[in-house]
């Protein structure tokens, strides 16, 4: 019994000393992280579309031409994704997807993400084929440039 205890106490010395790339998030849970903020990123989209009708009717501004262009709706998305995780990771260390999932995000040396970090990571994702980034390795594009974690809450 006592070898178990002495086994436990170096597992968790040695966890302390890695720190939190000891408890990096699975790919699997990434990739649900991802999907469900996807969806909320997609939501915000529309709510902000909405939105922008609704002032557009009141101060009456003709936005019909704008909204048809593919330019316009890209500039759109990018706001509202950058927007969703900037305000999330930078406020809670999480995103609804992380939440559901139980996982966060935190600086490499475990710290919580300042407002920098927060707006490199947001930025990074607008890299084309940043989600594709997790194949090879087990953080992205915007894990790496952010110097940041997806690590299990504990």
Known sequence: MESEEIKSAFYEIEKEMRG????LAPKKKRFLNYTIDLICVFILFIVFQFMLLIISGFIRIDISENISTGL??????????TFYYLFFEFLFGKTVGKLLTGTHVVKVNGDKLDFKTSFIRSISRLIPLDALSFLDKSMGWHDALSKTYVVNDE
């Open 72 to 81: 316009y709706l890209n500039i759109a998305l990018i706001i509202s994704q």
């Open 20 to 23: 939190p790339a000891s408890r």
